[in-house]
């Protein structure tokens, strides 16, 4: 089946550091990829997304582009803040049937001033 | 506009003891899934609702585990004789329609079972 595979947290940076957090998929079919956070104390809410291959999503100086030859879709933001705490997953969904979110493991994100 | 609601927002339960969870979507919202939060296994999807059928009941972890839609508006998840292992968040989701629309979450009901 389908699966996501996002970088193992913790991950502790400094203000304005550059972040990155990787992120691998399998897909059966030609899926859609997001990024949805999960601040303290708040529900999960949509970060980006992309919807085929060599697309960028941005949002909020984030940005992931869907890379099919790799198979990847990783996070980055040149210069984080500590308002950027907070936890992140790496999400597929197949654009076909149901639709539903296959997530990866989440990583947590730490930003020291 | 009213975001999607779940409620309770906590449970504590006793070991099999029946519980119900609900959802109320955002208005118009035809889409709804629900997911569970737990340590061991991640986000992970149970149920989708298009309306008030249930297309994709795959993720439903086994037969104690039902939900329902009705009026294509609120759902309610129930477990019956809750076990340790359900421990989690159960997170519900709804989407205007099937398609590539954004997937909006509720504050999610975290389930205690002792």
């Known amino acids: 089946g389908d699966s996501v595979t996002q970088m193992e947290g913790p991950v502790t940076l400094s203000e304005e550091a550059f972040l990155t957090i990787n992120c691998t998929y399998t897909?059966?079919?030609?899926?859609?990829l997001f990024w949805y956070v999960q601040y303290p104390g708040e529900g999960l809410q949509l970060l980006l997304k992309?919807?085929?291959?060599?697309d960028k999503g941005s949002n909020k100086g984030f940005e992931a582009t869907y890379r099919k030859e790799t198979t990847s879709f990783h996070l980055e933001k040149g210069s984080v803040q500590v308002s950027d705490s907070a936890v992140y997953f790496c999400?597929?969904?197949?654009?076909?049937?149901?639709?539903?979110?296959?997530f990866g493991q989440g990583t947590r994100l730490t930003i020291n001033p | 506009g009213a975001g999607v609601s779940q409620s309770p927002s906590n449970k504590v339960t006793e070991k099999g003891k029946d519980v119900e969870l609900r959802c109320d979507p955002i208005?118009?919202?035809?889409?709804l899934y629900w997911y569970r939060q737990s340590l061991g296994q991640g986000l992970e999807f149970l149920i989708y609702?298009?309306?008030?059928?249930?297309?994709?009941k795959s993720g439903l972890p086994s037969d104690r585990f039902s939900a329902e839609r009705t009026g294509g508006s609120v759902s309610t998840l129930t477990i019956q004789r809750t076990q340790q292992e359900d421990s989690a968040v159960y997170l519900c989701?709804?989407?205007?329609?099937?398609?590539?629309?954004?997937?909006?979450f509720g504050p999610g009901t975290r389930l205690t079972v002792t």
């Open positions: 989701a709804s989407s205007p329609r099937q398609g590539l629309y954004e997937q909006y």
């Open positions: 897909a059966t079919g030609y899926p859609s």
């Open positions: 992309a919807t085929k291959a060599d």
């Open positions: 999400a597929l969904s197949e654009q076909q049937g149901a639709q539903k979110l296959v």
């Open positions: 208005s118009g919202h035809t889409a």
């Open positions: 609702f298009q309306g008030n059928s249930a297309p994709d």
